[in-house]
């Protein structure tokens, strides 16, 4: 098998005891929770072992240094074996249980005190190599020297195959050679996506090298810059006299003295990797011909929009993947094209992901290249195939605040290659988590991870959190659920389940049923599954996510039991509505504490069902209107506290029923393009709490029914493209607590006279 972690022993024999523990943990039941230990023990190491192999490369240490970990592993490699392998009896069962649970703590034990103690002696090792360099400097009146150190802001050489980058580099090379004013380009994509690649490319194209010559000054910064350090590696590059800098404002001001006595040649100052968008100003400087190519995992706006990087298409794909399967003497004797093709879908665009996994097959017979597509398509993690990836990746999650990664992990729940609206993520976010109190905080984490580059956003109008919609990029879910399903199932926060067929996984399926202690549960089904649900228990369980592309589908008889249900959403990604069964089960009695319930592509039979303490429905692109005229249940019976009716795109809603104002504790009522809605109930001023109504291009609907005067709490009243409406009612003027009128597209008739009556009226669209 080809090295998880390439030219480093240690590294190698990690990777191989963390791919048996994966293998062996699907395989064998009888150890799954010793195995599910070690697993998440080896995986929360993984910064530390890279770590280590990167400071061994570094500063050339003996693989004598690591040898007692490596015989640990190696010796975990058999036990584990022997375990995956063996039939055991009563004893035997025992006696491998206890040595995997000695491993797992004989692992953490060596990793909390010798490989803490090494690396210090590392760093150590590292400052004094530093102060011997120091001592080629001759100090004399407080100034270095001047200091023969070569290409330490040079450009480093891009790699020989970067398929996909020719687009990107003709508009970089063009914003490059703009004058325009903008001094600052920023280059920005999640980790992985090639950003570094290209600007290399850049630097080396000739046309760039022609223009700024000699004057191209490559610098990594990385999470936490010093920028003493950014000017003074500048300083010793161009071979210059390196002061004794007391501030990072004098060094700065050092620099830009330095720049400005170039003159009016180009200068090129690149700085990759870049995780503040502060940084970059400081290195603004009012220069003629000077530019900064920026890299980062963010979006800078106060920069502009910038260049994003995507994915690689693919052709573009497929061209990095095989020159990652090529051995290193360019001999490749075979290559899977129909497997390869499979990989890419794996991989989704990410160069990262492609050389890892590249490297990782290089060499490897056809038998590998089958078992790694068989276990991604049932659903293992393609992290488990390269620490680097994992690594890299993580890193941007691990930057986030505490409360906006917890957002971010729930995002997982829906399915990739699709639009999550806002509205599905407030109801899930507000009841998860309490710091998410409005729509406004909802928008404000999804404009910082946009920002971040983990989510694409789109805003189909602003100030309307209806119209805010998300989409995650397909590598970054699969992170989100490696992470999430990495702890024991029974422990995890998210369980995040993607079905395919009627394949559940083993954990779900097997004989045991341990309760799972999961906040958030999502499933997600294909167009092949025939809604036979096995048991589960979990009675911890605020959240369901239903995610399916059947156009028949039966809710599982197991939400009946979670007594702490307060949100669920039923979300069709197929081409006709699902009708959907077994709806009754959400009355129940354990069922109490149900607060939201949102249905996307949906075919409602009825709503004979009572959830007394429901406070919100959500109907989107629903057949509705059989749900209304077939219920034995008056819709007020069966949602007698509801404070948030929402009904959008439902073409079959005709009317409302009559018995909608009865319920009396209704304080919003979004009806928006239902294009058949003819008419509203007439004792629509029954629902005396109402504060906000919405009939948005509801465009057959003609007239609004007088009684709507009555509601003397609205705040809000929107009929924008009701093309249909003639007029207002004639006493308009009693509707005292109007804040907001909205009339997009009715410019048809003329206000009633009453209209002036408003008194807190603000908005008139």
């Known amino acids: 098998m080809a090295e998880l972690v390439a030219g480093a022993w240690l590294g190698t024999v990690f990777g191989e005891l ?12 009888e150890y799954d929770n010793e195995l599910a230990k070690l697993k ?13 192999e990167t400071l061994n490369i570094a500063l050339n240490i003996p693989e004598q240094e690591t040898a007692k970990l490596n015989e640990e592993m190696i010796k975990g490699k058999e036990i584990v074996r022997k375990c995956s392998e063996a039939k055991c009896c009563c004893f035997k069962r025992v006696n491998y249980t206890d040595n995997l649970t000695k491993l797992n703590q004989s692992i953490e034990r060596f990793i909390k005190l010798n490989m803490q103690t090494q690396m210090a002696r590392d760093n150590k090792k590292i ?43 003709k508009e970089l090379r063009k914003e490059l050679f703009k004058d325009n004013g903008m001094q600052v380009i920023v280059v ?43 000017v003074q590696r500048i300083l010793q590059h161009m071979k210059r006299v390196l002061p004794t800098f007391q501030t990072e404002e004098a060094t700065i001001n050092d620099l830009e003295r330095l720049l400005k006595s170039f003159g009016q040649k180009a200068i090129l100052l690149v700085l990759d990797d870049v995780w503040s968008e502060s940084l970059v100003q400081k290195f603004k400087f009012k220069l003629p011909n000077y530019k900064i190519l920026v890299t980062s995992r963010y979006v800078f706006p106060q920069f502009g929009s910038g260049h994003q990087l995507k994915p690689l298409n693919d ?18 004797s ?87 609206p806002l509205t599905a993520l407030i109801d899930l976010w507000m009841e998860l988590h309490e710091w998410v109190d409005n729509g406004l905080s909802a928008i404000n984490y999804l404009h910082k991870l946009s920002n971040r580059n983990l989510v694409n956003l789109h805003i189909a109008r602003k100030n309307a959190s209806d119209d805010h919609y998300i989409m995650h990029h397909d590598l970054l879910r699969d992170l989100i659920i490696h992470q999430s399903m990495s702890e024991p199932i029974e422990q995890t926060k998210r369980v995040i389940v993607d079905i395919s067929g009627n394949q559940f996984p083993k954990w779900w399926s097997g004989n045991k049923q341990n309760p799972i202690h999961a906040r958030l549960l999502s499933i997600s089904t294909d167009e092949t599954f025939s809604s036979g649900w096995y048991e589960l228990n979990a009675p911890e369980v605020e959240v369901v996510v239903l995610n399916l592309r059947t156009n028949k589908y039966t809710l599982p008889n197991f939400m009946g039991n979670m007594g702490k249900l307060k949100v669920v959403i039923v979300l069709n990604y197929g081409f006709l509505p699902s009708e959907l069964s077994n709806f009754s089960i959400l009355g129940s009695d354990i069922v109490s504490n149900l607060k939201r319930i949102r249905l996307e592509h949906i075919s409602i039979p009825s709503f004979d069902v009572q959830m007394k303490n429901l406070q919100k429905i959500s109907l989107f692109m629903c057949n509705v209107g059989q749900a209304f005229r077939n219920s034995n249940r008056q819709i007020s019976d069966s949602f007698p506290n509801l404070l948030e009716f929402e009904i959008d795109y439902c073409n079959d809603l005709l009317e409302l029923p009559d018995e909608l104002c009865d319920i009396v504790s209704l304080k ?50 929107d009929i924008s493209g009701c093309l249909s409406i003639t007029k207002l009612p004639t006493q308009i003027g009693k509707l005292c607590s109007l804040e907001m009128l909205g009339m997009r597209g009715c410019s048809s008739f003329e206000l009633p006279q009453s209209i002036e009556n408003l008194e807190r009226l603000k908005l008139v669209k």
Do not use: H
């Open 315 to 332: 052709e573009a794909a497929m061209i990095l993947f095989r020159s990652s399967v090529t051995p290193q003497d360019g001999k490749l």
């Open 188 to 230: 920005s994509a999640p980790g992985g996506a090639g950003k570094t690649t290209l600007v290399k490319k850049l630097c080396a194209d000739d046309q760039v090298k022609g223009k700024f010559q000699e004057n191209i000054f490559f610098v990594t910064v990385s999470k936490t810059p010093d920028v003493k350090v950014i």
């Open 668 to 717: 919003k009522l979004n009806i928006t393009e239902c294009f058949k809605l003819s008419t509203l109930p007439e004792e629509i001023g029954k629902l005396v709490k109402l504060e906000e109504l919405r009939l948005a291009s509801c465009t057959a609907l003609t007239e609004l029914p007088e009684m709507v005067t009555e509601l003397s709490k609205l705040k809000l009243l």
């Open 127 to 169: 400052l004094g190599q530093v102060e011997k360099i120091g001592k080629f400097f001759d100090r004399d009146g407080g100034v270095f020297n001047r200091v023969e150190i070569d290409g330490l802001c040079s450009v480093p050489e891009p790699p020989e195959i970067t398929p996909g980058l020719d687009d990107s580099l």
């Open 334 to 420: 075979f290559f899977y094209e129909d497997l390869a093709k499979k990989i890419l879908r794996f991989c989704k665009g990410s160069p990262l992901a492609l050389t890892v996994v590249g490297k990782f097959l290089c060499g490897e017979p056809a038998a590998v290249w089958q078992s790694k597509v068989k276990e991604w398509e049932q659903g293992e993690s393609i992290f488990i195939s390269g620490t680097e990836l994992l690594v890299c990746l993580q890193s941007s999650l691990n930057a986030l605040d505490d409360d906006v990664k917890e957002c971010y992990l729930d995002l997982g729940s829906f399915p990739q290659d699709q639009w999550i």
């Open 40 to 52: 998440s023990t080896l995986e929360s190491i993984t910064p530390v072992i890279q770590e280590i």
């Open 18 to 29: 963390l791919k048996l523990v994966i293998e062996a943990k699907n395989k064998s039941e």
